[in-house]
């Protein structure tokens, strides 16, 4: 019913920059917060960031003052702008998206994952 597409993972060096994006589409009327997660191998699944649709927006203190997250709400998309990054951040990040659909139900969706690799 709503499904999210991600894009701009990849390798970069420490120190380097990525801008990941996530569009929602599908049976959605409203979208409410939206967020990125990262899981690494053997570890649980983490918040990175989160933004309400006020434009509040929270961090780990892991990535505070390096990474910003951001939206676009005609697009139902959101970004996370990542910069000096490290080997810790190396992880799978995923998108989830709160919000409501046609039919007045409420939906959390998560994208398919996308591969950061960060290492010299």
């Known amino acids: 019913q709503v499904q999210l597409v991600e894009s701009g993972g990849g390798l970069v060096q420490p120190g380097g920059s990525l801008r990941l994006s996530c569009a929602a589409s599908?049976?959605?009327?409203?979208?409410?917060?939206m967020g990125w997660y990262r899981q690494a191998p053997g570890k649980q699944r983490e918040l990175v960031a989160v933004?309400?649709?006020?434009?509040?927006?929270n961090y780990a203190d892991s990535v505070k003052g390096r990474f910003t997250i951001s939206r676009d709400n005609a697009k139902k998309t959101v970004y996370l702008q990542m910069n000096s990054l490290k080997p810790e951040d190396t992880a799978v990040y995923y998108c989830?998206?709160?919000?409501?659909?046609?039919?007045?139900?409420?939906?959390?969706?998560w994208g398919q994952g996308t591969q950061v690799t960060v290492s010299s």
């Open positions: 599908g049976n959605i009327f409203s979208v409410n917060a």
């Open positions: 933004i309400t649709s006020g434009g509040s927006t």
């Open positions: 989830n998206v709160e919000g409501s659909s046609w039919n007045g139900s409420p939906f959390g969706s």
